[in-house]
C-alpha cells in the first residue's frame, strides 16, 4: 500500500476543520537582497532570495509531524515563521483558528545550538523560562514545574550545574524541558539532536517517544535523519530543494503507539517508506548539486 500523497493533490486540507490545530496557507518567505550604490561599488549587492514558496499544510491536533529535506531548502525559514520568531511575505499561519505573527506560550521552541544562558545553571534555565511565562504563578509553583521537568527528561542532580559544565545530550535536554516547562500547546524542535553522537542521538529519541507518549501535544521537528522521522512521526512532510522551495509530498506513518525502535524497523510498511524518503532525498541533493555546477 503506498501511504503516500502526491504534491499536485496535496493532502493538505483535513476534512473535519475542528481537527486541524496548525494551518499553513500559501506562505511564501522572500529574503530582500542588498543594493544601494555602497553594496554596489564594494560587490556586496545581491537580488531577493525566494526561499519557500506555496506552502500548505494542515496539521491535526496531537500529532507528530517531521519536516525532511535538503540542506538550505528552507526548513529553519518555515518553522520560525511558525514559532512567530519570523514573518512570512504572503500567505498565513493560523494555529486554533488564529492568525500567528509573534511568540506565544501555546508554542514551545527547542533550538539545535541549545541557546541557553551560559551563566544560568539547569534550574535557573529552566525557571527562567517559566517565570517569563507565568510571572503571577507562585515561587512554589514555578519551582514544582521546574523540578517535575527537569525529572521529566532524566536530569535530577544537574539542577546546578551551568552550560558549560554539561555534555551536549545534557545541554539538549534541558532545551528540551525548558520548552515543556511552560506547558506549550505545540513542540517546535528544530534539528534538535543534530548536534549530537549518534548513542546519545539514539537514547534521546527514545526520550522524546517517551514524553510523547506520555504528553501527546503537537510536535513539529525538523531533522536529517530518516530513521529518526521514521521513528517518531505520524506523517513526515519532505520539502523540495530551493530556491522557492515547496513541499514535494506528506507520508502517513502507520506503526502503532507507543513505538519501540526494533518493532518500528520490523514492521512490514518500514523499508518501503525508509526506500521512498532516500529517493527523495538523493534526487532533491543531486538536483542541489547539479545547480551549483552549472553555470
Ligand atoms: N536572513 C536571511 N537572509 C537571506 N537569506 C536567508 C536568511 N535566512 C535564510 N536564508 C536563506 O534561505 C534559505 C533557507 O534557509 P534555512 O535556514 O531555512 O534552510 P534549512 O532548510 O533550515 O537548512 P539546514 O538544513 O542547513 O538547516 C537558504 O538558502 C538561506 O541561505
Ligand atoms: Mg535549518
Redesign the pocket.
Known sequence: MNSSFSAQNPPTTIDNANDVQISLHHVS?T???RSGWLNKITGQASSD?V??EDINLDIKHNTFVSII????????????IIAGL?SSTSGEVRINGEMVDKPGPDRGMVF?NYALMPWMTVEGNIRFAVETVYPNMSVKQQKRVVKENIQLVNLTGAENKRPHELSGGMRQRVGIARALAINPQILLM??PF?ALDALTRGFLQDEIERIWEQQRKTAIM?T?SIEESLLLSDRIVM?TK??A?RIDEVLEIPFPRPRDRTEVENHPAYLGLKQEMEDHLYRETRAVEEARITP
Open positions: 518567505k529574503f530582500p537582497g532570495f526561499a519557500i529535506g535538503p540542506s538550505g531548502c528552507g526548513k529553519s525559514t518555515l518553522l520560525n519570523s539545535q528544530d534539528e543534530g525538523i536529517h520539502m530551493g530556491p522551495a
